[in-house]
RNA sequence: GCGGACGUGGCGGAAUUGGUAGACGCAAGGGACUUAAAAUCCCUCGAUCUCUGAUCGUACGGGUUCGAUUCCCGUCGUCCGCACCA
């Protein structure tokens, strides 16, 4: 088809149509797949089940435009799914509980459950604008009393498995606030809301006993196919395992009563290059050594006010004092070793013990070279000269021999590592072995106690003749108490009058609630599993939640790597073992979706000046350079790279900005166009108009054709110009269900678009009644994949579309076209052909001929003839269908 | 410091995982239609040259191969995760 006769048959339309105008068709399908209920998922539908989640978002108020990208990726999922045939569950909820409503209550007044209650219908509101095929029927919020109840539920029954345990821990504590601050809340050592100055303080917690699981969860990443590597890597490194041997040493002198000091060290084998033995200033022999020491307690009690922060530690200088202890050689009874307190040295790793081999530790080679303590290289480079091999200031951590390691000389770390763990599992210290093989973890147990309002109030409750005592299930929920007050800092749970006195239930005392409310990681880490069925009185419907789990393809943004689907493999692993549900991994397919970005604008300098809006901004482009000016005073801004969008920087464009001018179908589109959907997309006006203008087209294209092939019946065909738009409608269809099973948007569409374009003219010869009747019922049926096609991702054109061709029922519930495999494959291929792996032209031959005819035909070839100069090719190598290579 | 990912036109990105590099879109330029504009439609669009063709080209340098964006080694750069973990 040249281009002279496009140009000819599109330079008028027969029919003159409007233009698509979203704002009126969009509430209108909306409503209509409401009226039919298409998107309730029903538990007793027997077609095979497909359950689709996006990230549930907190109720900040508004809509971002990266939740929109979110719940499109998930919308085009669920709409394809239900076409292809499943019961597809795709709800939607609210992560309620958090900080901050209880800001919102100090700042402004008002309640953190109205503040949180009203922000979800705003927000409800902007989601039902999207056209998302989201189950409302199934909504709650984590604050709901009905959803905190079963919550409740649930850490009784946990209590109950011993999964929960009640431990002292080390805690950020914001003196003006009177909270628990997080690690991230700790900015240069002060608290992120007062400023004051943090403290480090020693609070009874509940924990969930995660690290139980630790093995478990770290094994079980293998099986998760459907998980990016990423994930699974990063969670693989938080969990941290590592081989190693604890290791007793003997006190050469008893200390108060104590004999030894346990070490755990990953290099057993290095043991002949131990200096000296390091603690943290925690560890209950340093507090023992303090007794008779003044100097020291000071020094410890330095090392404690050390902030915590990363950069805290990361500057910080390695310091020690020698405590005067000493310890004694396991193989030598004569080699005694000085212990120092080392503020480099964890106390809740391993056993807050280490013993230092400078030769073999950065760390511990400064600490040697800094207190003058011996540098024994104990493993050297294979090939290395020992009388010359020695270490200075760059330990060596790699692979070699074993050397001054008296009967470990000559062997391989690893073999040495395995020789002395025998050795000393054989020698008794105390009644004990003096070192065992231990592997330890780095994850800790999950301490989940927040000293605030707003969360799940833990039942529990302290009696001083019981202890601590669970609040009986029938007594549940306990109900957060509505008259509270925000005046003072501190949770108010705390200060209320009467909410936290109650009888003991075992002896029926006066007893004192627990106070302390749940981590709101713990609301989000069993969520999907209330969503098999919310209405039911136990936390789960076992049989629903059997039937609907694991989520088939879960979709969120990568900050989740790892705490919220770390905690929710935990969670599903204790729900199982409390009987809720009977499965260890919740979600079998994971995808992380990039954010929406967008360029930045200031005036009055790029790194100080004022951020401006890009509604703010005028853009020129001239001479290839675009520049940016501040439309109300005509000033210069700079333009700054692309960044995610946010309220200080004001790069940020609201979902309405989009959807009040271009509709729904417009921003889901845009945003699964172009960039792949793992990826960052940047929001551009120019995209954002880009893609009107297809859905403009696409209306076009429809509703000019609409009235000549009304009636028309749908056929394919093989061969001419009606062969040539089934083969490409076909080809597509199969193309872009691929695609979306694989959540390749991008190419999906990039499909979607190339069919649109191969319809252009077939289309417009219809509408002009040039078309013969193979190629109407052709394009007929054409016409009706491309509208199957866009409905995932444009469901609200398509059903007009669909409308205008005469459908009489809803596109959304409607199956997904097959394709025919005959039209996909061409009968001739065009092979490129190459001399010496260079392309030099193609050759069209039948799809099955056998090899000799190919190499038969491409010889032929004047190309390569020419290029052979008569002379026999070397060889000729054919990859059968794909391409020929002429070796000359 | 440890671990990982990535690097393709002016831009976002394709390329069936070793087989035609640049699909599709955006931007740009030229043209048609129009009194004009918008909208729409058509054409061009990696670089260079002796321009109806050829050479080069997927961060850079090497290697394996008939053939490398893809695999291997090294260099440079960007991004991400963890971080005093013994």
Redesign the pocket.
Known sequence: MS??S??LL??KHPMATERYNPRASEPKWQKAWDARKLFEADNDDPRPKYYVLEMFPYPSGRIHIGHTRNYTMGDVVARYKRAKGFNVLHPMGWDAFGMPAENAAMQNKVHPKDWTYQNIAAMREQLKVMGLSLDWTREFATCDVDYYHRQQMLFLDFVEKGLVTRKSSKVNWDPEDMTVLANEQVIDGRGWRSGALVEQRELTQWFFKISDYAQDLLDSLDQLDDWP??VK??QA??I?R?E?LLIRWPLAKPVAGEHELEV????PDTIFGASFM?I?ADHPLAKKATEDNPALAKFIDEVRH?GTS?A???T?E?KGFDTGIRVVHPFDEKWTLPVYVA?????????????G?PSG???DLDFANKYGLPVIPVVMPEGENQGSFQIIDEAYVGDGVMINSRFLDGMKPDQAFDEVAKLLEQKTIGNRPMAERKV?F?LRDWGISRQRYWGCPIPMIHCEDCGVVPVPKADLPVRLPDDIEFDRPGNPLDRHPTWRHVKCPRCGKDARRETDTMDTFVDSSWYFARFTAPWANDPTDPKAATEWLPVDQYIGG??H??LHLLYSRFFTRAMRETGHVDLAEPFRGLFTQGMVVHETYRVGGASNGRWLAPSEVRLE?AD?KRRAFEIATGEEAVIGPLEKMSKSKKNTVSPEEITDGYGADTARWFML????PE????W?D??A???H??I??IW?LVSTAAESLAGVRPEKAKDGEAGTVSKAAHKILKSVGEDIEKL?F??A??RI??L??AL?VPLNEAAEGKAGPALQAACREAVEILVHLIAPVMPHLAEECWQTLGGTDLVAERPWPDYDPSLVVDAEI?L?V?V?????G?LTIARDADQGAVEKAVLALD?VQKALEGKAPR?V?I?PQ??V?V?A
């Open positions: 281009g002279g496009r140009m599109s330079e590597e990423k890597l990063m490194n938080w941290g590592s190693g755990y060290t990953t290099r390091a943290a050390m990363v805290a530690l990361e910080a390695k503020n480099f040295v964890l106390m809740d790793y391993g056993t807050g013990a280490i013993f081999c530790d950065q760390r330890n780095r990568i900050e790597a790892i482009d290839g166009s172009d960039s792949p990826r960052d997309v940047e551009t120019e995209g108009a880009g893609a203008r297809f403009q087209r076009r390749a991008n190419r569409i990039a678009y190339e649109a374009n252009t065009v490129p190459q010496n792996g260079k392309k030099r193609d190309f060889k190598i990859v794909r391409i290579n070796v």
